[in-house]
């Protein structure tokens, strides 16, 4: 070996250009092992995950999740970390808010045993073809990881009353069934994601009937179901367009709106109005929906109203009257808080406030996923003075003292845990799995957190200046005359038909699908005890403040 070095060493000391071009050669070939390694590194974690496709009014869209998580994952770490004080120097991933998708967090990771959480009734084997489908609502294929839950949350999440599967991989949604019944032996076909459970056939559904929640909008096709209303005083200003349909069906109607460009299909017999909500039209006094039960000419399991009663559609139009947003004309000199406990609906107050105002709003933390949501606010300084108002989970003299007033929002602490327990294990709208429910993470998280939202809100009750007390369920249940006394304490003008388009907007990119929920309760009678009591306490010091106190659900009477 010693021979074999001495001669490199006098060859190369004869040769030195030779010996610089072998070095370089080196070089060289180890960098492009090196990339290739790393090339062959991402490629194999993209191919981790499915590349979905999802069909909506015969639209195909490609989702890849693995590129929608390497996108939140880049977002750089907030500068500041919330929580209770006595977990801020551990809590490690309260600063972590929506680092994955939300796409991916909703979704990945399901399994067969998360089904038993799933509210939803088998309720057979039907034909379907490609011509007529049985369910004409939104489609969405999987040919990797397809499951049962993963079509039933799929299409709870935009409200549809059903959902189908079929091929093993593809899922379809709809309101109403459109197909005769098939035999159960032709839903023979696996599922793609979990080899236990049927999902279809060859042109057959195996299809599910979803129990949603009450907050879950009814759907027809693309449009969402406003409910029957009594005709306006002058139809014609109300409504300004309008058409006479032979044949009239609820899609004939819808396509006919949407064309013109307005939100509201509104079907009265055989005419077709549209427009937008209005205080002439301003749909916040639902009827009876008995009351529009007269049969569509062209559709016979649809009402399409009559000449007293209008049956109203929401079509996919947006109402840009409320779209507009930015940062304040000049720099405000009041530092206006948005202050509650995490899962209190903070990200939605915010939302509501910038449609409502046009202005953004600002964050005392940074969270990139709600920045690419568009809350542009969130990357200034809180104390830029170009938002409208400034989100805080902060409690403690100190923190509280910073802000000139202040909005305290306050949700029952029993739904705000939950949420925000839902928040911490599954994303912004995604949810904790049953092994976090049932494991040691519930009961730590309610001995942790129940304490900080009592400290919390008395805290802002007690430091706080010029404080607005909003309760989460008055603005869920009474958002246009919430949303006004909120315009006002900020400050600004109210326009009333910009508050009717929220109305229309209100949800966002922040609703969970109201399908997947508990089917148990997972507080035990010692964590009751507790959180009544805590309760109690912010009862009284709401009482002691002059305020209505805690709305009566808070605590079964």
Not at 56 to 73: D, M, S, W
Not at 361 to 375: I, R, V
Request: aromatic share 12%; glycine share 8%.
């Amino acid at each position: 070996m010693a021979k074999l070095l001495l001669k490199l060493q006098r060859y190369f000391r004869r040769k030195p250009v030779r010996f610089f071009s072998f070095i370089i050669l080196y070089l060289t070939a180890g960098s492009l092992a090196f990339l290739h390694s790393s090339f062959a590194g991402e490629s194999t974690e993209t191919s981790k995950e499915p590349v979905a496709v999802e069909t909506i009014n015969g639209a195909l869209v490609t989702q890849n999740p693995g590129l929608i998580g390497r996108v939140f994952k880049e977002t750089p770490k907030p500068s500041r970390r919330y929580g209770p004080p006595w977990l801020k120097p551990a809590s490690k991933d309260l600063s972590e808010r929506g680092r994955a998708g939300s796409w991916s967090r909703a979704l990945k990771g399901r399994s067969t045993r998360d089904q038993e959480e799933s509210r939803a009734k088998y309720i057979g084997c039907y034909t379907d073809n490609t011509q007529q489908r049985a369910l004409r609502g939104s489609s969405f294929f999987d040919y990797k990881k397809m499951t049962v839950f993963r079509c039933q949350d799929n299409c709870a999440e935009r409200g549809y009353m059903y959902a189908g599967l079929e091929f093993g991989a593809e899922c379809y949604c709809g309101h109403r069934i459109q197909a005769p019944n098939a035999s159960e032996s032709d839903c023979n076909m696996e599922c793609k994601g979990e080899k236990n459970n049927m999902c279809g056939g060859a042109n057959r559904l195996t299809i599910f009937r979803l129990e949603l929640s009450q907050e879950s909008a009814r759907r027809y096709g693309s449009a969402i179901f406003k409910g029957c209303f009594r005709k306006p005083d002058n139809v014609s200003f109300a409504l300004p367009v309008s058409a006479l349909i032979p044949n009239m069906t609820v899609d004939k109607c819808v396509d006919f709106c949407t064309e013109k460009e307005y939100s509201l299909a509104v079907l009265v017999g055989q005419t077709c109005h549209c427009g937008f909500p209005t205080l002439r039209f301003p749909l916040h006094e639902r009827e009876d929906e008995q009351l529009c039960s007269q049969r569509c000419s062209g559709e016979e399991f649809e009402s399409c109203g009559n000449e007293d009663y209008f049956m109203v559609y929401q079509t996919q139009v947006q109402d840009n009257r409320c779209m507009d947003r930015r940062f304040l004309p000049s720099h405000s000199k009041q530092l206006i808080a948005l202050a509650s406990f995490p899962g209190a609906g903070n990200t939605w107050a915010r939302h509501l406030i910038e449609l409502a105002t046009g202005y953004y709003t600002g964050s005392y933390y940074f969270d990139g996923s709600l920045y690419n949501k568009g809350f542009k606010g969130e990357r200034d300084h809180w104390r830029s003075g170009r938002t409208i108002c400034i989100k805080t989970h902060e409690s403690g003299r100190k923190e509280i003292e910073s802000y000139d007033s202040g909005i305290l929002m306050i949700r029952n602490p029993y739904k705000a845990l939950m949420a925000e327990f839902n928040r911490k294990y599954g994303g912004h709208i995604g949810f904790a799995s049953q092994a976090h429910w049932k494991g040691k993470e519930w009961p730590e998280f309610v001995k942790n957190y129940a304490p900080w939202w009592v400290s919390h809100t008395l805290d802002w009750l007690k430091y706080g200046r010029n404080v607005k007390v909003i309760h989460f369920e008055d603005l869920k249940h009474h958002l246009f005359s919430q949303m006004k006394k909120m315009v006002s304490y900020l400050g600004l003008e109210v326009s009333e038909d910009r508050l009717l388009c929220v109305e229309g907007q209100k949800d966002g990119n922040f609703k969970r699908s109201g399908l997947r929920k508990l089917e148990y309760d997972p507080y035990t009678p010692e964590m009751r005890r507790m959180i009544d009591g805590f309760i109690k306490k912010v009862d009284e010091a709401l009482k002691m403040k002059n305020q209505t106190g805690v709305p009566e659900d808070y605590i079964p009477r």
